[in-house]
Protein backbone atom coordinates (compact mmCIF):
# COMPACT_ATOMS: atom_id res chain seq x y z
CA UNK A 1 0.00 0.00 0.00
CA UNK A 2 1.24 3.61 -0.37
CA UNK A 3 1.68 6.31 1.63
CA UNK A 4 -1.62 6.73 3.40
CA UNK A 5 -2.76 10.58 3.51
CA UNK A 6 -3.80 12.23 6.77
CA UNK A 7 -4.63 15.64 6.30
CA UNK A 8 -7.68 16.85 4.93
CA UNK A 9 -5.48 18.66 2.17
CA UNK A 10 -3.49 15.85 1.35
CA UNK A 11 -6.41 13.54 1.03
CA UNK A 12 -8.07 15.61 -1.44
CA UNK A 13 -5.02 16.80 -3.26
CA UNK A 14 -4.19 13.10 -3.93
CA UNK A 15 -7.85 11.72 -4.47
CA UNK A 16 -7.27 10.61 -8.02
CA UNK A 17 -11.09 10.21 -8.97
CA UNK A 18 -11.60 7.30 -11.70
CA UNK A 19 -14.68 6.42 -13.04
CA UNK A 20 -15.34 2.20 -12.93
CA UNK A 21 -16.64 0.92 -15.81
CA UNK A 22 -20.43 -0.25 -15.85
CA UNK A 23 -23.00 0.94 -13.82
CA UNK A 24 -24.56 -0.88 -10.30
CA UNK A 25 -28.11 -0.59 -8.25
CA UNK A 26 -28.70 -0.53 -4.57
CA UNK A 27 -31.18 -3.33 -3.39
CA UNK A 28 -32.75 -4.42 -0.64
CA UNK A 29 -33.88 -7.31 0.65
CA UNK A 30 -35.72 -8.59 3.94
CA UNK A 31 -34.05 -10.47 6.58
CA UNK A 32 -34.31 -13.67 6.57
CA UNK A 33 -34.88 -13.84 2.32
CA UNK A 34 -32.76 -15.47 0.17
CA UNK A 35 -30.58 -13.66 -1.83
CA UNK A 36 -29.16 -16.68 -3.84
CA UNK A 37 -25.67 -16.17 -5.08
CA UNK A 38 -26.73 -12.51 -5.12
CA UNK A 39 -24.38 -12.01 -2.07
CA UNK A 40 -21.20 -13.16 -3.80
CA UNK A 41 -22.03 -10.87 -6.88
CA UNK A 42 -22.56 -7.88 -5.04
CA UNK A 43 -19.65 -5.26 -4.59
CA UNK A 44 -20.74 -4.18 -1.60
CA UNK A 45 -23.09 -5.77 1.18
CA UNK A 46 -24.65 -4.38 4.35
CA UNK A 47 -26.73 -5.21 7.29
CA UNK A 48 -29.29 -3.17 8.27
CA UNK A 49 -31.98 -3.40 10.69
CA UNK A 50 -34.56 -3.44 8.00
CA UNK A 51 -32.45 -6.25 5.79
CA UNK A 52 -29.27 -6.84 3.98
CA UNK A 53 -28.56 -3.94 1.51
CA UNK A 54 -26.69 -4.96 -1.50
CA UNK A 55 -24.96 -3.17 -4.12
CA UNK A 56 -25.10 -5.16 -7.57
CA UNK A 57 -23.73 -4.67 -11.10
CA UNK A 58 -26.83 -4.04 -13.27
CA UNK A 59 -26.45 -7.10 -15.39
CA UNK A 60 -26.71 -8.72 -12.03
CA UNK A 61 -29.88 -7.44 -10.71
CA UNK A 62 -31.30 -7.42 -14.03
CA UNK A 63 -30.65 -11.25 -14.06
CA UNK A 64 -32.24 -11.67 -11.10
CA UNK A 65 -35.43 -9.77 -11.92
CA UNK A 66 -34.27 -6.85 -10.19
CA UNK A 67 -35.66 -3.10 -10.71
CA UNK A 68 -32.59 -1.26 -12.47
CA UNK A 69 -34.65 2.59 -12.35
CA UNK A 70 -31.95 4.16 -10.35
CA UNK A 71 -28.91 2.84 -12.15
CA UNK A 72 -25.52 4.25 -10.53
CA UNK A 73 -21.73 5.11 -11.77
CA UNK A 74 -18.91 4.49 -9.31
CA UNK A 75 -16.41 6.89 -8.63
CA UNK A 76 -12.75 5.35 -6.55
CA UNK A 77 -11.08 7.90 -4.81
CA UNK A 78 -7.53 6.48 -5.40
CA UNK A 79 -5.94 8.14 -2.32
CA UNK A 80 -4.66 5.67 0.47
CA UNK A 81 -6.73 8.03 3.34
CA UNK A 82 -6.43 6.68 6.84
CA UNK A 83 -9.61 5.22 8.53
CA UNK A 84 -9.19 8.38 11.01
CA UNK A 85 -8.87 10.87 8.22
CA UNK A 86 -11.34 14.07 8.98
CA UNK A 87 -13.05 15.85 5.42
CA UNK A 88 -12.61 13.86 2.63
CA UNK A 89 -16.31 12.62 2.37
CA UNK A 90 -17.73 15.42 3.24
CA UNK A 91 -15.42 18.07 0.97
CA UNK A 92 -16.48 15.29 -1.95
CA UNK A 93 -20.22 14.80 -0.77
CA UNK A 94 -20.56 18.86 -0.57
CA UNK A 95 -18.55 19.85 -4.15
CA UNK A 96 -21.62 17.40 -5.36
CA UNK A 97 -23.94 18.61 -3.93
CA UNK A 98 -23.28 22.34 -5.02
CA UNK A 99 -23.59 21.45 -8.59
CA UNK A 100 -27.07 19.31 -7.76
CA UNK A 101 -25.31 15.92 -8.01
CA UNK A 102 -26.75 12.93 -5.36
CA UNK A 103 -23.84 10.86 -4.18
CA UNK A 104 -23.89 7.83 -1.99
CA UNK A 105 -20.43 7.34 -0.03
CA UNK A 106 -18.99 3.88 0.47
CA UNK A 107 -16.32 3.88 2.14
CA UNK A 108 -14.05 0.82 2.13
CA UNK A 109 -10.78 -0.34 3.86
CA UNK A 110 -8.25 1.12 0.85
CA UNK A 111 -10.63 3.47 -0.54
CA UNK A 112 -13.57 5.85 -1.18
CA UNK A 113 -15.95 4.97 -3.64
CA UNK A 114 -18.80 7.69 -4.67
CA UNK A 115 -22.09 6.54 -6.46
CA UNK A 116 -23.56 8.68 -8.84
CA UNK A 117 -26.66 8.84 -11.20
CA UNK A 118 -25.15 7.08 -14.60
CA UNK A 119 -26.42 10.18 -16.53
CA UNK A 120 -24.32 12.59 -13.79
CA UNK A 121 -21.05 10.68 -14.13
CA UNK A 122 -19.32 12.56 -16.56
CA UNK A 123 -20.06 15.56 -14.58
CA UNK A 124 -19.70 14.46 -11.32
CA UNK A 125 -16.18 13.37 -12.37
CA UNK A 126 -15.08 17.03 -13.93
CA UNK A 127 -16.14 18.25 -10.53
CA UNK A 128 -13.83 15.98 -8.18
CA UNK A 129 -10.97 16.49 -10.43
CA UNK A 130 -11.36 20.49 -10.58
CA UNK A 131 -11.64 19.60 -6.84
CA UNK A 132 -8.56 17.97 -6.49
CA UNK A 133 -6.60 20.75 -9.21
CA UNK A 134 -7.66 23.42 -6.52
CA UNK A 135 -6.28 21.78 -3.54
CA UNK A 136 -3.20 20.94 -4.94
CA UNK A 137 -2.65 24.76 -5.91
Known amino acids: MGNIAETKSDMISNMTPELQLGGFVFATFPDGKDQGDLIQQAISVFKESEGISL???VDVAKGAGISVEDEMCCITLNVYSSLQG?????AVSNALGEVGIPCNMVAAYHHDHVFVPAEMSEQAMQVLVSLQNEEQQ
Open 55 to 57: ILP
Open 86 to 90: VGLTA
